[in-house]
């Protein structure tokens, strides 16, 4: 069995449950994803599949990445991920995995990129307090002193600094699935997850059991 699927991000929302308690959703478009290539223990030291969700422009495609999908007899995926595989039954290259893998109040972990905020300074990015907020001060959102004057006489490698921030992968685990739309592919999971509307995400089985 695949622990997961490839899902791109449509946006967020809200549903109300039947004490009629809000509670704010993401909507996932999760699937339907091709199996490119079974990887198998005998081959390749380890059980995994690799699952294409979308499709590539054919002029956009490469050689080598034509040739990889044409073995499973799939067009060329926009997105190629690979996943675990647990239990006995292996999928066959060119089967279909869809939605249905889940179902509603199961906990899933869903990774993505994190949303890209440029070039940003110690006080956003570090969480540094600055200096005094007076107008004489001349001292607000600056880092300050970063050297150790002639001894070493360099700066130390890990020096928090003002740099680029965001665009990192991130991990949220235990979101509870709301709801499954086979029919229209659809994942509504509760809570939030990484990046922005139209990214894309890998969403897995959570493996951390229920919190006491």
């Not at 969700?53 to 991920?81: C, Y």
């Not at 292996?90 to 990774?111: A, H, R, T, W, Y």
């Not at 979101?175 to 029919?183: K, T, Y």
């Not at 089985?205 to 006491?212: D, E, H, P, Y």
């Amino acid at each position: 069995m695949v622990e997961g699927i490839i899902g791109k991000k449509v946006g967020m929302s809200q549903v109300f449950d039947e004490n009629g308690n809000r509670i704010p959703v993401t909507v996932i478009e999760a699937g339907p994803c091709r199996v490119v290539q079974v990887k198998t223990a005998p081959t390749d030291g380890y059980e995994a599949v690799q699952l294409g969700f979308g499709e590539k422009k054919h002029s956009r495609v490469k050689k080598p990445q034509r040739g990889h999908a044409q073995k499973a007899t799939v067009a060329a995926p926009r997105v190629l991920k690979e996943f675990r595989l647990t239990g006995e039954n292996l999928p066959q290259p060119g089967q279909e995995i869809k939605v249905d893998l889940f179902q509603v109040g199961d906990f899933v972990d869903i990774s993505g990129l994190t949303l890209g905020k440029g070039f940003q300074g110690v006080v956003k990015r570090h969480g540094f307090h600055g200096g005094p907020g007076g107008h004489g001060s001349m001292f607000h959102r600056a880092p300050g002193s970063i050297g150790c004057r002639a001894i070493p006489g360099f700066v130390h490698k890990g020096k928090r600094m003002g740099g680029h921030m965001g665009m990192e992968r991130c991990t949220i685990q235990r979101l509870r699935i709301v709801a499954v739309d086979v029919e229209k592919n659809m994942l509504v999971v509760k809570g939030n997850v990484p990046g922005s509307n139209y990214s894309y995400l890998e969403i897995r089985k959570s493996k951390k059991s229920r919190k006491k």
